[in-house]
């Protein structure tokens, strides 16, 4: 129920007095209204839940996670080399 | 798509599942408190690649499992009656009331219609002036803001024929209550991602500090998931009680300011009753004195014999992380996604219909 999509911005104009843009989550394109995040510019991500974009993705916090898990990843990698911890049991 | 498949990588998971097992010394019981998040754990198997003592419970954050029978027959007495439109999210048709369901009464005749947005509602009902249209507005703080909106729009739009059945409710004090309940065995919690994008998580700090358990604000992918997983036993194992924020692409502390505001303007903080938890003190939202006149409770006034419920079912305990659907003599047999028994089994996010849906439930999971 608290499903939420992330989706990239397209076009923003304004609805019935409200602010409104064209969404796209992978190609498939809807309505979502922007009251909650007016800051939000065409190109940028929202989080979108029951047709309201609730938040914007924080796109350096997202590359920051990201890297840090790839990198912790590659450490624990080399530091496996030698030895048989890093199978799976 | 981006900023979900990212978070899907089978190898990183891999890895911070020997990493959770690197820490661990201890058994530990932790409880995600979301629907969605459930619906991830089960659906990618994550709890088998958890090491045997973590034991992941599942919590009350699904919406459609919680609201009481009585508030789905009141929805379906004001189906009923003549002349309306009933708007309601898919999920909550096949909720069972005390007699039938939402779908029962479109069968025979009912305007029962499902929408996308609280705001389609706002269309039918400028395109059918003569007609109440009444929505059942259920969810979390996730959801609230939408519904806020709708009502809040309606009025600008001076619509006399929008209604709204309320029955919303709210994550902190549904924490509390499982952390106060006899018998509680949750240690740690995945808190709730998409809530908190709209409240912030300054609301579970008290709560970390009052029960001593830690509090990990996750997102709803599997390495969003494990990564919770891994900083409550970091936690735990190092004594800790805190509140971490691992959905940090999507969550702040002070949350959404602009929605917490209209929610502060359209509905009044109320005791609500959960199904199967009983009665919680301000736990829920109701539409507030200024928006009276879109209230669906008080334009109808609807009284109903008590509601029933099939007594077999054991979707509270369920909820509370007391037992797993595997312990019910009716999972797979009398009660099944086509013919729920209680709410647990209805919604696709319910614990029972994931389980179902992604675990041969002939199996032990005990």
Redesign the interface.
């Known amino acids: ?6 989706g ?1 911005v397209e076009e923003l104009y304004v609805k ?3 602010p409104t843009a064209k969404v796209s ?2 190609g498939v394109r ?1 309505s979502v ?1 922007m ?4 800051e939000a510019q065409v190109g940028d ?1 929202v ?1 979108v ?4 974009a ?2 914007m ?3 350096e ?2 590359a ?3 890297k840090i ?2 990198l ?2 590659q450490l ?1 990698d080399e530091l496996a080399d030698g030895d048989n911890s ?1 199978e ?1 049991s | ?4 498949d ?1 978070y899907r ?1 089978r ?2 998971a ?2 911070l ?3 959770i097992k690197a820490i661990q010394t201890r058994p530990w019981t932790i409880m995600e408190v ?3 998040q459930t619906h991830t754990i089960l659906q990618y198997g994550i709890e088998d690649l958890l090491p045997p003592a973590l034991k992941l419970v599942h919590g009350p ?4 499992c919680v609201t009481p029978v009585a508030i789905i027959d009141k929805a379906i007495a004001i189906a009923q009656t003549e002349n309306v439109i009933f708007c309601s ?1 898919g ?1 909550m048709l096949r909720v069972p009331g005390s007699d039938c369901d939402l779908l029962d009464v479109k069968a025979r005749g009912g305007d029962v219609r499902v929408v ?5 509602c ?1 269309k039918i009902a400028r395109d059918h002036k003569d007609t109440s249209v009444v929505f059942f507005a ?3 703080e ?2 609230a ?2 519904n806020a ?1 709708a009502v809040w ?1 309606a009025r ?2 001076g619509l006399r024929n929008f209604f709204m059945l309320t029955s919303h409710v709210t994550v902190p004090p549904v924490v509390t209550a499982i952390l106060q309940a006899p018998g509680n065995q949750v240690q740690a919690f995945l808190g ?4 908190c ?2 409240m912030g998580y300054q609301q579970y700090e008290p709560i970390t500090r009052n029960y001593g358990v830690p509090i990990v604000i996750s997102g ?1 992918e599997p ?1 969003d998931l494990l ?1 919770g997983i891994y900083r409550c036993v970091e936690q735990l194992e190092r004594g800790k009680a805190q509140v971490e924020n691992q959905y ?5 502390r002070p949350g ?1 300011k ?2 917490q505001a209209l929610l502060k303007e359209v509905f009044d903080v109320v005791d609500r009753e959960w199904r199967g938890l009983g009665a919680i003190p301000k736990s829920g939202y109701k539409l507030s004195y200024s928006f009276r006149d879109f209230d669906a409770e008080r334009f109808f006034d609807i009284a109903l014999p008590p509601a029933r419920e099939a007594a077999i079912c054991i979707s509270g305990q369920i909820l509370r992380g007391l037992k797993k659907p595997s312990d019910c003599p009716a999972f797979g047999t009398a009660c099944t996604p086509e013919r729920p028994l209680g709410a647990t089994m209805v ?1 696709a ?1 319910g614990t029972c219909a994931s389980y179902y849906k992604f675990k041969h439930w002939s199996e032990d999971h005990a």
């Open positions: 129920m608290c499903l939420a999509v992330p990239i019935d007095g409200l989550f992978g809807r209204c009251t909650y995040t007016p991500y989080i839940h029951v047709g309201f609730i938040g993705i924080d796109e916090e997202a920051n996670q990201l898990l790839h912790s990843g624990a890093n799976i | 798509m981006k900023y979900l990212e990588d190898d990183i891999l890895r599942c020997r990493d979301c629907g969605g954050g699904c919406p459609i999210f999920d996308y947005s609280p705001l389609d706002l259920v969810g979390f996730t959801t803001p939408a909106m729009q600008e739009l709730p991602g998409h809530v994008s709209i709803f390495l990564e940090l692409r999507a969550v702040d959404n602009r929605a919604s996010e």
